[in-house]
Each structure stands twice: as structure tokens, then as C-alpha cells.
């Protein structure tokens, strides 16, 4: 190689004539003293920031922005604390009207969130209690901390599925479910940490890795995996699969089916989920009623258990919930285990829960804030999510967040601030203290019809059609999560997810685009001629535009061939005629970063249209662009004179050599 | 989700005060009418294709263009046949004077190209004669259908390490010769195959997966890799490692250092690696004198030869070759083998071996035909790369490419087309006749020396200087690939080359990058200000340009909020000024592409810019960008009127918009 480079290097001066420097033509048409001042700005920009210089001025920046603001060290504390707490902000203006507001959105929000609490425990693999634990603490540390108003914090059924379902397949609830218990909650404290860091080193990114369409296909798949969960409960069924997917669950379900059952689970479960999605029906048919599917979950359950108690159809074969722990949150501060070697897989399952948890709350946060008309800040809703759920995994918690079904039901009750979550964390603490003993009779296969009842809200017909209709690769990614979720398990969904967006990004950026460019009649406006069919071509000019922001090795090639073989192709078609291709302007505006394969193949463009005595510009290069062709010297052997700022001033250029040319024959 | 939609779609139009209907500031300045017809163009341009159609398209074209041209399927056939066999048409203009050039030109090829491939046969743990049959039929099948007029074809050194390196993963080629044979043969069939369909199906991007950069890197360590293995001959040693890293090469050295050894290989090797050396340096000083080094080769076997045969060397622990099998290439077909265990392994590595053989070939073929001034067709040279493997497989070679090394002595020897390959061929397959059994008594230790002296051609420390002086990301890959191959392996150099060079394009795609505009003054210019200092931006608008090829749910979320904090930041400071930012204008020429993420972003800002009375502009969107935006009916939401093809359009507008205001006021 570094023979050829040398043969290469030593044979230039005497093998290939080289007409840059020989003929006339490679000359600028005018002196450069004669060029417009706007037309050398190109070579005269500054030197860009180095790569790492962007990265580490943006962390400094968004590190010390309060500091720098404030000055003195007690004014920086304040203002680090009004930014951590929001509450100091708003609190001032707090009012009795408003916490009226927040009372009557509270009490809705905790007759709603009680029973899914428990249900969404019962998902969880975990005692009844630990829903109801997760709906006290993490909803008082968000009050006091997050920027969203609307948002009701608990637990939520696809964390609830996805923190299950990836544990069990370390340790099995059934038969250890101290372990089990001890591993949530250090995945709960991993999840915490991770989504504090995740804010405080401004990496909102990380939850960007799942894109729109992602979450839509992804969520739609969670909820038909828990809606197939739930038939354990609705039927009543003692042994069933740990797996997730669907052909294992239907397989459970197959057998459980053809062995003797009590059909008192199915008829309690089936009728009082009819009896919620009626209510349901009734409350969005008229708005006034809103109420009145926030509070089914919570009648169907009084309701059932009552009847449960009339009847004793406990003693018949209806399982019901039986012993649940009253009281305060225990402290669960000695059941971490930060060693041994579950560790791992409690970090990788805590950074998952993690960062699924922040896309289920911030997308709720933000659809809700944008009704309102407020902006979400990204990363002060990270570390309020991360800081209450470090604070739960100290208290018997498992991951919280923000649950789509209870922040609308929040927002359609009136909530004005985050008070409303204080409101039902209180109301649910009263609930542990008190009525923990009144659950004895109530039948799991409630939990299981309150569960169901909130899924369709999960599944987002609308919106996946919409992707459908707009961009058929994005709804490739959501249909991957979808089938990989109800196929494969919860990890395989996201991985497919993932990966297809990712693909996606890559194919986009090396799918090689190039056009050629022409101007739009009177005007100094050029575009593509596919696209814009009005554009005319000038005779004898090859204007081309790059359309890729990275000229890099796996297009280069191609953009390269491409443009000297639209030069010479017109040079064949037009041998004789007067009109052959004399100047090729190579629009590069769109480049912004260039790379040892891309100034290679510009230089080689160069090289072979100057043998052809063609005349290269280039316009407009990126910053990164313009600095790296002039430390490869591409700007000197191209010609300082033929490097222009736009489209137009080398247009001007070219026509003007022509013509000149023209005039020496 | 679907509630939070529904909410969002229901509540619109009573939560939230909309004043894109409702202001006056919303409604376009001017009538539509009364706008220059170029305004609209942005939004009449016809649908683009979809992306399938691209692809689609362009293998049809490129596969029916040759039936294109010619209509009738004689012609058709014709026109196949000189695509397929360049020979047609240059070979009607062949004449003596050329055929002396290439006369001497594949001698002197042939004088370098017996040692070396005997060498590389060596390195390929093959016997002797596989060398020199892969040195036959390769060159005369490439002769007919090549299109470079350079390259000389044969065995070279990296790809022999690769195989062999691979292949002995697998089998071992002391214990078991027949079997690694077999699957060598089987993988050279399978790298033919590999490489004709790139060919056909126009994959030539597939050779560009490995960039320039990371070549450069992987040549080097392969190099110093091979150079470590001929310690093995020039030292006499009998037993080495079959790991090809640095640190297993260097302790069997160590061990085998500490054992008596026959100090004569050493110093034969020795003595003659200077001879060649000097004789390198001769040729390079005086241009005249270019023979010298490609015979030197060729010249230390015979004399060695002759040494070892006078002095009965052998008989004192010198190692010599012993017997070459003679005679003209058997056939080899009965030994591809395509079922059993090891089928799906000899597939991978002859895709491997395809791979870095045609970046080789194509790399030293495109240097020398830019020298010449000619254009390599990359597509027609891995058809006949493919073609001659197949052939060789079935002719007892290994994948032959083009050689670094051999192809520069073609070149300077004067060679004008490709038969100097066919009379190298020719000698080679006399020497098989005639002289094998002369090889009796050369000593395997001036093998070694001709591997290690053709090797500094393979390290471009200058190349590699470069790299790091424009490109810092590049030499990361570079030298990723260098350390993977010299401490791990050859696969593992590959990967990480791939690797590093694949992230740095994701990173580049989801660096989210956007600026402000300024106008220069006295033009219609508008670029960075950051890049251009000289620019100014105008009070009371703010410009900003999204620089990122494919807005997408990566950097979607950055944009929306950067765009959103400078037009508010703007507005905060400036809260009493007279000067607010009153427009923001997006100027989105860069972004080609977008997902529903992005759209999702574009419609975030416009809203919240339409809630604080800001107007948005959006200039000259990327075709797909406006196909989507129509089909999200986003561009109805944020109005024809206020999307245009120039950023002076927009502002334009958006100047006049304030001055109405202001009169409003």
C-alpha cells in the first residue's frame, strides 16, 4: 500500500498530464482579488470545535448553568433548590380553590388506584400490600420534586409485567419469595439511581432510544401479554406458565382448561368487567360522568367482596385475596443486596424497568402538558422519578411511575397541581391502617377484570395507523416490538424495537443520495429537478447536490461514480454537439462531516474531471467539511478561486470560463 | 395511550386558547395569491418515490440497462458478452509493440511471482505447488474479463494468513491435510461465488463496509502478524503456535529460542532478507534499475539453492523444501465439499476471504488506474474476481487476488494490458513442468525472507499520518483494526474495524445538531453564525437550521427543546423589550427524511410557538420531509402559507407580519 502510495506520489509530476496546473481552463477565471468579499468567507471561517470540545462544553454548560447564573454560593443553593423542588415555586400561590380541585381529583384518583394497586401487585408477582406500599411514598417524593401536575404516580401494569417477568427467570416467586422480594427491590434502587443519573448528567437521550413508534407497538404488545396473565386469575387457574408469550399462555390455558374447575372465578370476573366497561362507555358518552369509571374498579370491588361474604362462595371454590398486611410502609432498607450474584441481573433489570418507566411518564407528562400548554423539563422529571424511587425501594416499594389510565382519570377530575397525588397517597395510607382487614373476601378474579378493564387504553389503534399512513419503516419498528413482545418475551420486543430503529438510522444515513440540481426560471433558486419538475438544467453545467450529511466510506464510492458518470454520459451523448459537460458544480451544504474515504473520492472526482478538462466547484461545504479539506490540502489543489458560498456565485463562475473558453477557440 | 389521545384530540379545542385560528398574527400577511408563484413550489412538487421503488429501480436499471440500449436480443448477447469480456475490445487494437511491453512486464512478474507464491503457499499451510497453481488459471481467466490493466493476479499474503488462520480454527492442517485442503477449496468456491454476486447484483458497497481508514490499520497489523509468523522459518523452528497474536507468536519464540537450533537457517535467511533489501533500495534510488528488486526474489533461490546444494546444508539442520509436486493444475472439483459439519464455516470464511480480497484488489487497482486516468468498473471487477475463483476452486487454488507488491512491478516494468498476466501465467505453468524438482534443495528459510521483504509495502505509516492529521475518528478505526488484528485476531481486527467505523455513523446521524442563522449583509445569504461571524441575525426572528439528515426519535426531542429554549430564552430576556422574538423560521434543507417522532416534534413546536404568539416558518423541507408533513396534515396545522423554499421568502413574510402588528398596535 504504501508502495502504491509512493508510485502514486512519484508518477503524478510524470505520467498523467495533469491539467490543473497546464491548461487554462483549471484557472480561475477572474483574480481573487476581483471575487466578491461574501465569496471567500468559505476559506476564511474560523477552525470548528474539536468533537470532544462540543461534548464536554455542552456537560459543563448544563452543570454549571445555575452556578454561573447566581454567583454567590447561597444563591446557588437556593436556586438549586427552587430547581430541585418545584413545590417552593408554586406553593406561594397555592389556594383554597385549588386544593379543592386537588381534594376532589385525589379521593377519584385513590378510589381508582387502590384496587389497581393491588391488582397490578398481584401482576407483579408480590403481595397485595407492596401495590399499595408503591402508592404512598413514591407519589409524596414526586409531589414535592416533579414539573408535571397531572401526572399520578403508582405503579403501572407493563413496569409491573416487565420487572416480573425478567426476575422470575432468576428466581421463581412460588418457591423463594424472600429472594424474589429482595431482588425487586434492588432492581427498584437500581432503576432510581439510573433514572437520577440519567437526569442529572442530562442523558434524556437514553429514553429517545425507543422511538414513537416503538412504544406504540411496544405497549400494545404488554397489554395483550398481561390481558393473557389475567386469565389466570379470571379462571381461577392454580398452575400456570411463567412465560409471557402467547403460544405458552394459551398453552397453560389449554390444559388448565380441560381439568375441573370452579366457574364461580369466571362469572364474578366476567360480569363485574362488563359492569366496568359500561361504566366506562357511559362516562365517555357524556362528560359529566366522568366519575363514574373512576370509581367502578373501586364499587366492583366492595361490591364483590360483599357478595363473596354473603354467599361464602369462598368455600365453593372463588379464591379470594385473604391476608393483607396492614400498617405503614416497613422499611426495606436491609433487604438491598449490593452483592452476591444476582447483582448483575438486578442492574440490567433495574436499567430496563428504568428507562420503560421514564418513556411511559414522560410520554404521559408531555401529551398532558402540551393539553395545558406548559413545557415538561426532561431531566427534573428524570431525577424526581429516580429520587422517588430510590426513596420506594427504601419502603417496601417496587418501580413507580406515571400510569396513562390514572393521569387522565387525574386530569378529567380537575387537578390543578401535584397535590392531588398527595391527596390519594394519604387516602391509600389511611386505606393500609384501616380497611387492609375488609379484603379478606375479596376474589382475586376481580383484580383480574380491573386489570383488564384499563388495557385497551394501551392499545393505540388510531396512532398505529397514523404510522402506517405516514411512514411505513417506523411502523415496521412498531409492529417488530409488537410481535416480538407477544411472541418472543418483553426483552426480545424492545431488542427488535431497538434494533430496527437503529438499522433504519444507518440505512439512512449510507443510502447514497445524489441530484442534480437546476434553477427555477428567474430566480437565483436551484433544486432538485426530480423534485421541483419546473427547475431547468443549464446547457453545459452539471450542478449536483450531496444530499447525506456524512460523505463517509460506505457512500462515497457511489456518490463519486455516480457524478463522473453522469459527466461523462452526457460527454458521450454529446461528442460532437457544441454543449458537452464543461463545468461540474458538486453542491455540498448538506455534508456536515466528511471522513478520509469521502476527501479521497473528492479529490479523485478532481483528478478525473480535470483529465477530461471539466471544470469542478464546489459550494458551500459543512464547517467540519471546510476544515477538514483544507488540512488534507483539497482546497489548495482544487483551487482556492473555485470554492463559493453559493450555488449562483459558481454558476456565474463557470458560465463566465466558458465563455471566455469560447472566445480563446 | 389511546386515552391520552382521545383527550388530547377532544380537549383541543376547549382547553386550549388556539390562536392559529383565533389571532390575527397567525393568519398569512398576504393573500395566497398575491405570493410569487416559486413560494409554492415547495408544496406542488409531486410525490417521491417509495423507498422500495429506489431500490427496485435502480437494480432494474442497472440490470436491463444493457438490454435497454440495444433493443434485440443478438445485440443483447453481444453487449453482455464485451461487458462480460473487456479482451473483446481492446484486444482488436493489439499490437506488437504493446505485446513486447507485456512480454517483458510478465517476466519480470513471473521472476517475482514464483518465490512469493511458494511463500504465500507457506503461509496458507498449503505445499508449494498450490502456490504456484493458484498463479495459473487465476491471471488467465482475469486476462479475458478484467478491467484493470495493472493488476497482477495471484496469491497474496494477507488473505493467505486469513484463511489459514481461520481454516486451522477448524482443522488442523498438520494432522489433518486432506480435510483442511478440502475446505480451503470449498471456501475459495464459496469467496467466488460471494464476489460474482456482488458483481451482478451491484453489492460493490459491501467491499466500502471496510473504510480506508480501517485498511490502512488492518494491512498494517496483518503485515507485522505475517512477519512474526516467518520467525518460524528464518529460525528453523519445528513447533509454533497456531494463534496468529502477538503475544502467543512471541512466547513460542521464546521457547523455541531456548532450544538448541541450527544456526544456518538464520543465517541464510538473513543474509539473502538484505540482499532483496538493498537491491529494493537500488531500485528505488534509480528508477533505470526497477528490475533489480523484482528479481532479487527469484535470484536468492537460486543462489541459495545452489549453497545448500554445494555445501549440503540440509544435512546440517537447514530445512529445504524437499519435493514439489510438478505438473499442470489437477482438478479439484470432487474435493468442494457442500454438506457436513463444516459447510456453514467454509461459507463464512470465503465470505470473509471474499471480502478483504476484493478491498485489496479494488484498492490496488483503483490507485493505478487514477495514475493511468482510467475508471476501474468496481462491478465488472468482482465478476471476474469471482469468475476466477470459481475457476481456481475447481483447479486446486486458493483465492487469488491482486497483489500489492507484484502489481507495482507490473507497473513499472511497463505493462499495458492484462496479458502480461497471461504470460506470467504461462512461465509459471513451465516452471511446474519443468523445473519443481529443482526446488529440492532451496531452503524453506528464503521463503520466509521474500514474505518478510514484500511486507513494509503492506504498513503506509505516511497513509496512517494523514489520517490522524484530518481525521481523528478515522484513525480511532485505523488503529482499532491494527491492535485487533496484532493482539487478537484477524476475525477480531475486522469486527472492530466494522464496529468503530458503524458507530462513528450512528453518532453522526444522531448528533444532534442545529444553529442560528445570520444573514450576510447586502445579500440573501443566510448561514451559521457561528461559522460565519460576519453574518447578523435580525431582531426580533429567530433562524435556526436543522442540520442532521434524518430528523428521527433520536434527536427529534433535542431540536424541539433547543428551538423552544432560544425562542423563549429570547423572550425572557428581552420580556420588556420592544424586540421579542415574534418568528422562528426553520430552515430545513439539510433534513432529508423523517420519522413520526420528528413530526411529532415539528408539530410540539409549532403549538407551543402558537400558544406565546411566535410565528413558525418552515423553509424547503427534503422530499420526503413534505410528502410526510402532507400526509400528517401537519402542513395544514401550520399553514401553506407559511412554508417556503427560501429562507429569504420566509423572512420576508415574517418581516412583514411584525410591521402589520406594529400598525396593529
Redesign the interface.
Known amino acids: 500500500?504504501?508502495?502504491?502510495?509512493e508510485?502514486?506520489q512519484t508518477?503524478?509530476g510524470t505520467?498523467?498530464s495533469s491539467p490543473i496546473e497546464s491548461t487554462p481552463m483549471a484557472e480561475p477565471i477572474a483574480g481573487e482579488s476581483d471575487r466578491p468579499s461574501?465569496v471567500f468567507?468559505v476559506l476564511d471561517?474560523?477552525d470548528?470545535p474539536?468533537?470532544w470540545h462540543e461534548l464536554t462544553d455542552s456537560v459543563r454548560h448544563s452543570l454549571l448553568s445555575h452556578a454561573k447564573k447566581f454567583g454567590s454560593f447561597s444563591k446557588c443553593i437556593s436556586s438549586a433548590s427552587y430547581a430541585l423542588f418545584p413545590v417552593l415555586r408554586w406553593g406561594r400561590n397555592y389556594d383554597l380553590k385549588m386544593f379543592r380541585s386537588d381534594l376532589l381529583a385525589g379521593l377519584t384518583l385513590a378510589s381508582l388506584g387502590i384496587p389497581q394497586s393491588i391488582g397490578y401487585a398481584n401482576l407483579a408477582k408480590l403481595d397485595p400490600q407492596y401495590g399499595l406500599y408503591t402508592s404512598v411514598v413514591p407519589p409524596l417524593i414526586y409531589a414535592v420534586m416533579g414539573t408535571s401536575r397531572e401526572i399520578a404516580i403508582g405503579p403501572v401494569a407493563v413496569v409491573s409485567l416487565l420487572i416480573s417477568s425478567m426476575i422470575q427467570k432468576v428466581v421463581d416467586p412460588a418457591l423463594d419469595p424472600i429472594t424474589y422480594r429482595k431482588m425487586i427491590f434492588t432492581a427498584t434502587f437500581f432503576a432510581g439511581i439510573f433514572q437520577t443519573s440519567f437526569g442529572l448528567f442530562r442523558l434524556?437521550?437514553v429514553v429517545?432510544?425507543?422511538?414513537?413508534?416503538?412504544i406504540?407497538g411496544f405497549?400494545a404488545g404488554a397489554a395483550i401479554v398481561i390481558g393473557l396473565q389475567q386469565l389466570k386469575g379470571l379462571l381461577g387457574i392454580d398452575h400456570f406458565t411463567n412465560k409471557t408469550d402467547v403460544v405458552s399462555v394459551i398453552k397453560a390455558v389449554w390444559i388448565a382448561v380441560h381439568q375441573p374447575m370452579h366457574p364461580g372465578n369466571f362469572l364474578i370476573g366476567c360480569s363485574f368487567l362488563i359492569f366496568i366497561l359500561i361504566t366506562r362507555f357511559l362516562g365517555r358518552r357524556n362528560r359529566k360522568f366522568f366519575w363514574l369509571p373512576a370509581i367502578a374498579p373501586l364499587l366492583s370491588v366492595t361490591l364483590s367482596t360483599l357478595l363473596v361474604f354473603v354467599t361464602r362462595a369462598d368455600e365453593h371454590g372463588v379464591k379470594t385475596i385473604r391476608h393483607v398486611k396492614g400498617g405503614l410502609n416497613p422499611s426495606s432498607a436491609k433487604q438491598l443486596q449490593f452483592s452476591g450474584p444476582l447483582l448483575g441481573n438486578s442492574a440490567k433489570i433495574g436499567l430496563i424497568s428504568a428507562v420503560i418507566a421514564l418513556a411511559e411518564a414522560i410520554?404521559?407528562g408531555?401529551?398532558?402538558a402540551?393539553?395545558?400548554?406548559y413545557?415538561l423539563d426532561?431531566n427534573k422529571e428524570m431525577i424526581a422519578m429516580g429520587c422517588m424511587n430510590i426513596a420506594g425501594s427504601l419502603s417496601s416499594c417496587y418501580v413507580a411511575t406515571g400510569s396513562?389510565?390514572r393521569?387522565?382519570v387525574n386530569?378529567?377530575a380537575g387537578c390543578k397541581t401535584t397535590v392531588s397525588n398527595i391527596v390519594m397517597a394519604l387516602t391509600v395510607f389511611i386505606a393500609l391502617q384501616l380497611l387492609t382487614k375488609l379484603l379478606y373476601y375479596t376474589p382475586v378474579t376481580i383484580l383480574a377484570s380491573i386489570i383488564l378493564s384499563a388495557l385497551?387504553?394501551?392499545?393505540?389503534?388510531?396512532?398505529a395507523y397514523?404510522?402506517w399512513?405516514?411512514?411505513?419503516?417506523?411502523f415496521l419498528a412498531s409492529a417488530g416490538a409488537f410481535f416480538g413482545v407477544l411472541f418472543g418475551s418483553v426483552e426480545i420486543g424492545l431488542s427488535v424495537a431497538v434494533i430496527i430503529?437503529?438499522s433504519?438510522?444507518?440505512l439512512?444515513?449510507?443510502w447514497p443520495?445524489i441530484e442534480i440540481l437546476g434553477r427555477?426560471q428567474g430566480?437565483?433558486?436551484f433544486?432538485?429537478i426530480?423534485?421541483?419538475?419546473?427547475a431547468n438544467r443549464t446547457p453545459g453545467l452539471l450542478i449536483t447536490r450531496i444530499?447525506?450529511?456524512?460523505l463517509?466510506?460506505?457512500?462515497?464510492?457511489?456518490i463519486k461514480?455516480r457524478i463522473?458518470s453522469w459527466a461523462t454520459e452526457e460527454k458521450d451523448a454529446l461528442e460532437n454537439a457544441k454543449e458537452r459537460t464543461r463545468s461540474v458544480i458538486i453542491d455540498m451544504?448538506?455534508v456536515?462531516?466528511?471522513?478520509?474515504?469521502g476527501?479521497?473520492a473528492i479529490e479523485?472526482v478532481h483528478?478525473?474531471l480535470a483529465?477530461d478538462e471539466i471544470q469542478l466547484a464546489i459550494v458551500?461545504p459543512?464547517?467540519q467539511v471546510v476544515h477538514?479539506m483544507r488540512?488534507?490540502r483539497l482546497v489548495d489543489r482544487i483551487g482556492r478561486a473555485w470554492i463559493f458560498?453559493?450555488v449562483a456565485q459558481a454558476m456565474e463562475a463557470c458560465l463566465a470560463l466558458k465563455k471566455e473558453n469560447g472566445h480563446l477557440c
Open positions: 500500500m504504501a508502495q502504491v502510495s508510485f502514486t508518477l503524478q505520467m498523467v461574501a468567507l471561517s474560523p470548528p474539536a468533537p434524556g437521550f429517545d432510544f425507543l422511538s414513537h413508534a416503538a406504540v405497549m410520554a404521559v408531555r401529551s398532558f402540551t393539553i395545558k400548554g413545557q426532561g396513562f389510565s393521569t387522565a386530569f378529567s385497551p387504553g394501551l392499545i393505540d389503534f388510531r396512532e397514523n404510522i399512513e405516514v411512514d411505513k419503516m417506523d430503529s437503529f433504519r438510522i444507518i439512512n444515513s449510507i443520495r427555477i430566480t437565483d433558486i433544486c432538485s426530480r423534485q421541483y419538475p419546473v444530499n447525506s450529511c456524512f463517509c466510506f460506505i457512500n462515497a464510492n457511489f461514480e463522473l451544504s448538506n456536515m462531516n466528511i471522513d478520509t474515504s476527501l479521497e479523485e483528478k478525473k483529465s458551500n459543512g464547517w477538514k488540512k488534507a458560498l453559493t
